[in-house]
C-alpha cells in the first residue's frame, strides 16, 4: 500500500534567510515534500546560510504571491497561531495530507489567511518560540505521533493470526 501521508510548508513573508535556511534544515529532517513562501524579505538576501545540509537542492523551495493558490491536491491547510480558538497542538491529530502555515517570526499570521485554513494549531509555551523552532516542533509532533492520523494506524498494524 502506498504511504498517504502527505507534508508541506507554507511560509507567510519570512524575515530572514537564516529563517528559511532552518525551515529547509527541519523540512529535511522530517520528510516535507516543498517549502512555499511568499513576500519579498526573503528575496532581498537569500544564501541559505543556516541550510547547512543543502536540503534546498532537494526540496523544492518556491517564491509565490498566494499560499492559498497552491494547495496540493488533498492537503488540509493547517495555519499555526497563537490565538483564541485554535486548537493546543498536544490535543492535535494531524490529517495524513496536510500543508502547514507559518507566519513571520516577527509578526502574525493574517486573519485572511486563518480563514481559509481548515486548522488553526498553537505550541502551548510560556513565550513565543522562533519561526524555525516552530516549524522543528509541529512536524516533530507529526512524526512523533505517526499511525496517529486521521487514516487510523498505516504502520505496525497487528494482524489476525487465529
Known amino acids: 500500500m502506498a504511504n498517504k501521508r502527505y507534508a508541506c510548508i507554507g511560509l507567510f513573508n519570512p524575515k530572514s534567510p537564516e529563517n528559511v535556511g532552518s525551515v529547509m534544515r527541519a523540512a529535511g529532517c522530517y520528510g516535507v515534500a516543498s517549502v512555499f513562501y511568499t513576500g519579498k524579505r526573503y528575496e532581498r538576501a537569500r544564501d541559505f546560510v ?31 497561531e497563537l490565538v483564541e480558538g485554535a486548537r493546543a497542538l498536544p490535543e492535535y491529530t ?5 500543508i ?25 509555551t510560556t513565550g513565543c518560540m522562533n519561526l ?9 509532533d507529526r512524526m512523533a505521533k505517526g499511525i496517529n492520523t486521521r487514516s487510523g494506524p498505516q504502520f505496525g498494524r497487528e494482524t489476525d493470526r487465529t
Open 132 to 140: 524555525a523552532a516552530t516549524v522543528n516542533v509541529v512536524l516533530y
Open 50 to 80: 543556516t541550510d547547512t545540509k543543502k536540503i534546498h537542492q532537494d526540496i523544492p523551495l518556491i517564491g509565490i504571491d498566494d499560499l492559498r493558490k497552491i494547495i496540493p491536491l488533498g492537503c488540509v491547510p493547517v495555519a499555526v
Open 100 to 124: 502547514y502555515i507559518f507566519g513571520p517570526e516577527d509578526g502574525s499570521l493574517d486573519k485572511e489567511i486563518r480563514d481559509w485554513c481548515e486548522d488553526v494549531v498553537y505550541i502551548p
Open 94 to 98: 494531524h490529517p495524513d495530507r496536510a
